[in-house]
């Protein structure tokens, strides 16, 4: 039971600091920076940060060049729904979905690699992480450490595992939370 305690404070404490580095929503840069530490830091197999880090560099300019287009459309289409401010609340709630979805994905990818790291010697856990992942990055971290790399094939099969939990678990209630316009698309 202590082990478990010690476990879950040191998850808390790592979680707390990726919460810290992620900033608010509207820091799709910064959190770019911290998805490619993650990447460095996992020793170049956890590459979903990598996709992610030139996803958030992409979307900061992505959303406003689509916020100059949202807005000439709400204005142009007169024939649509609303007002031109209801419109444009509806692109609003969309992009700030968006930017919460990869911000609560990247504290994510932060805890899960360090937590694993971190508890690579006791085989610590703790329920609010994918166990399977976890395992998996401490298996590829471990046979890097005993100079056997990665191969493609196994860190691929980390991106897909870690790519399919966090659209199960964060990108699916997030953009129905922050828009339920969505209608489960």
Request: aromatic share 10%; proline share 3%; charged share 15%.
């Given at each position: ?120 010697i006791d085989n610590a856990m703790v329920d609010d992480l994918p166990a399977d992942i976890v395992l998996e990055i401490r298996r590829l971290l471990a046979k890097q450490m005993a100079g056997h790399p990665a191969s493609d094939t196994e860190k691929r099969a980390l991106y897909e595992a870690f790519f399919r939990w966090e659209q199960d678990n964060d990108v699916a209630d997030g ?11």
């Open positions: 039971m202590n082990a478990m305690n010690d476990a879950q404070t040191r998850y808390d404490q790592i979680l707390a600091q990726a919460t810290e580095l992620a900033g608010p929503p509207s820091k799709l840069c910064k959190r770019a920076v911290q998805y490619h530490h993650i990447y460095r830091t996992s020793g170049g197999i956890f590459c979903f940060a990598l996709i992610a880090a030139h996803g958030a560099v992409w979307a900061q300019w992505y959303l406003k060049i689509a916020r100059i287009g949202a807005l000439g459309l709400a204005i142009l289409d007169v024939r649509g729904p609303g007002t031109i401010g209801s419109r444009m609340a509806h692109f609003v709630a969309y992009t700030n979905a968006l930017k919460d979805i990869n911000r609560r994905v990247m504290i994510k990818a932060y805890s899960i690699l360090h937590f694993a790291k971190d508890g690579m953009v129905e939370r922050h828009w339920p316009h969505s209608n489960g698309l």
